[in-house]
């Protein structure tokens, strides 16, 4: 069994600077897995790890982008 790490709700906030309030949003509205224990919760890194998976955005193609400007503009509004 592996020892999981886990971090209290201020640590989690500090560490992506926001405020408490959020991390604690995040955790009633299931977007964020904790565990509670005793009058706070914690959660596991792996939890975080997957919760600020689930939220980054994909970079833009730059490619893409600079093949259509090359072309002369975007082709999904050609006639």
Known sequence: MTREQYQTVKEV???L???EASVRNWIKSGQL???EIGKGWRVA???LEAFLCSHSTRAK???HQEDEASQ???SE???
């Open 45 to 47: 890194d792996s939890d």
């Open 72 to 74: 002369g503009g975007d």
């Open 61 to 63: 193609d730059i490619t």
């Open 77 to 79: 509004h050609e006639s």
């Open 13 to 15: 906030a500090d560490l």
């Open 33 to 35: 897995r904790a565990i």
């Open 17 to 19: 600077k926001v405020n």
